[in-house]
T-cell receptor
Framework: DTGVSQDPRHKITKRGQNVTFRCDPI?????LYWYRQTLGQGPEFLTY????????KSRLLSDRFSAERPKGSFSTLEIQRTEQGDSAMYLC??????????????FGSGTRLTVV | DQQVKQNSPSLSVQEGRISILNCDYT??????FLWYKKYPAEGPTFLIS?????DKNEDGRFTVFLNKSAKHLSLHIVPSQPGDSAVYFC???????????????FGQGTILTVHP
């Protein structure tokens, strides 16, 4: 297994455009998480899935953000009508439900979004 | 509100000496605490975790101590090596009885520099 994969690694977009990021978790992990990290801060929780069900969404996730995990495999995070404040590193992580905290959630390398 | 805090933005240590990274939390509903290391342009890498029912966990050069009464944990790295230079994040997972269940709440991070 190659770990958690995120695509693309970098995205530059103009304000007002829509962007979509993809995350492929470790295949046997049933939980998938999205986080956002800005400069000088720790990762902030956005949302997470158990299999295909989205179980929790942060207040940070405005109605311009939507995430899906069809069939409980890969996940996509879409941002509509991007704003400059959306510029950040978007991180995806996966884990097993009952072992995640003990063995650590596995993070991908992230997608760096720059809105110009 | 910042439920997990790392009050030291940076730490500089000589190679071979001990590095001590600190973290404080305010929420008693956390059941696991984790430490991650992060290099620039990469996702966080899991180092070590500790359950809230324990006060110490050790893995090689890394030891985490938990003081529940003080709501404080620390990561000790002995001996420190130049390759340990990175940003270190502490994170906490909410237990099933709280509002943070399943997700990790991160501190702001501490930049560790180990000088040869």
């Amino acid at each position: 297994d190659t770990g958690v994969s995120q695509d693309p690694r970098h995205k530059i977009t103009k304000r007002g455009q829509n962007v979509t990021f993809r995350c492929d978790p470790i295949s046997e992990h049933n939980r998938l998480y999205w986080y956002r990290q800005t400069l000088g801060q720790g990762p902030e929780f956005l949302t997470y899935f158990q299999n295909e069900a989205q179980l929790e969404k942060s207040r940070l996730l405005s109605d311009r953000f939507s995430a899906e995990r069809p069939k409980g495999s890969f996940s996509t995070l879409e941002i509509q009508r991007t704003e400059q404040g959306d510029s950040a590193m978007y991180l995806c992580a996966s884990s097993l439900t009952f072992q995640g905290a003990r063995y650590g959630y596995t993070f991908g390398s992230g997608t760096r979004l720059t809105v110009v | 509100d910042q439920q997990v805090k790392q009050n030291s933005p940076s730490l500089s240590v000589q190679e071979g000496r001990i590095s001590i990274l600190n973290c404080d939390y305010t929420n008693s509903m956390f059941d696991y605490f984790l430490w991650y290391k992060k290099y620039p342009a990469e996702g966080p890498t899991f180092l070590i975790s500790i359950s809230s029912i324990k006060d110490k966990n050790e893995d090689g050069r890394f030891t985490v101590f938990l003081n529940k009464s003080a709501k404080h944990l620390s990561l000790h790295i002995v001996p420190s090596q130049p390759g340990d230079s990175a940003v270190y994040f502490c994170a906490a997972r909410g237990n099933a009885g709280g509002t943070s269940y399943g997700k990790l709440t991160f501190g702001q991070g501490t930049i560790l520099t180990v000088h040869p």
